[in-house]
């Protein structure tokens, strides 16, 4: 079975600042792994996914993440937050059929 | 050019009522999903159909059955709305690489 695990509900930065948004894991086979952004009263839209071939992989508006299979992890980084960047944030591991398990989100704000 | 689209975008409903949510993509996918995001924000897979046929269904009331008359129509019927039901409503198609794309969503308010 699959899992999420997206610690703290909020994460507030200042415009300028890195942003990291943290993801840990648990699957029981080779994970393809997601994160998604909804912006308010929107759908979800992807932001960037790990598929097995590079570690590193890089997203839309900046966003990055690294796969770290030692730590069962999957964090979130842009260098530098933009005003535009203040959504809800969710990271996703896929299973069986294509099933995606998602955490719990996790609140973005950006400070002036 | 809407990938994934949904009617209606806001449903405001008395307890007890029979409503619908439509769903259609033109992405070209198999595969599509129905979710329902809480007022936590939290999302959780209701149903999952295979070019028309029912592969996931998680421990969903029966009060709510998908129904799919083709791969890129997913409709979702509720009977006898509770209160409990108020939620936002997604649908979601998956391409090959399991990245799923997502409707903009279904705002249910059971009165």
């Known amino acids: 079975a699959q899992s999420v695990t997206q610690l703290g509900s909020h994460v507030s930065v200042s415009e300028g600042a890195l942003v990291l948004l943290r993801c840990n894991y648990s699957?029981?086979?080779?994970?393809?792994l997601f994160w998604y952004v909804q912006y308010p009263n929107q759908g979800l839209q992807l932001l960037l996914k790990y598929t097995s071939a590079a570690t590193l992989v890089k997203g839309i508006n900046g966003f990055e993440a690294e796969f770290k299979k030692s730590e069962t992890s999957f964090h979130l980084t842009k260098p530098s937050a933009h005003m535009s960047d203040a959504a809800e944030y969710f990271c996703?591991?896929?299973?069986?059929?294509?099933?995606?398990?998602f955490g719990k989100g996790i609140t973005l704000s950006v400070r002036p | 050019d809407t990938a994934v689209s949904q009617t209606p975008k806001y449903l405001v409903t008395q307890m007890g009522n029979d409503k619908s949510i439509k769903c259609e993509q033109n992405?070209?996918?198999?595969?599509m999903y129905w979710y329902k995001q809480d007022s936590k924000k939290f999302l959780k897979i209701m149903f999952s159909y295979n070019n028309k046929e029912l592969i996931i269904n998680e421990t969903v009331p029966n009060r709510f059955s998908p129904k799919s008359p083709d791969k890129a129509h997913l409709n979702l019927h509720i009977n006898s709305l509770e209160l409990g039901d108020s939620a936002v409503y997604f649908c979601?198609?998956?391409?090959?690489?399991?990245?799923?794309?997502f409707g903009p969503g279904t705002r249910l308010t059971v009165l």
């Open positions: 699957s029981s086979v080779p994970p393809y």
């Open positions: 979601a198609s998956t391409d090959l690489t399991d990245t799923q794309y």
């Open positions: 996703a591991v896929s299973g069986a059929n294509s099933k995606l398990t």
């Open positions: 992405l070209g996918h198999d595969t």
